[in-house]
């Protein structure tokens, strides 16, 4: 079993937190939306750490889509 490490996270004061999370030597970007109790999890596809790096990256200055 690959154990998964959550690198680096935003706030989870927000309704919407994001962490960039590795594993098996791949990593993705987590968003999890909290709305009135509820909890929706999505996940990008596994890439290499680099390239996961950039996109989080882009996604906290807002260039990301």
Do not use: K, N, P
């Not at 790096?53 to 996604?59: F, G, I, M, P, S």
């Amino acid at each position: 079993m690959t154990r998964l490490r959550v690198i680096i996270w935003t706030c989870c004061c927000r309704a919407t937190l994001y962490e960039l999370c590795q594993t098996g030597g791949q990593a993705f970007i987590r968003r999890t939306l909290q709305l009135d109790g509820d909890r929706q999890v999505h996940e990008t596809y596994r890439r290499l750490i680099r390239q996961a790096e950039e996109v989080w990256r882009a996604l906290l200055s807002g260039e990301a889509r």
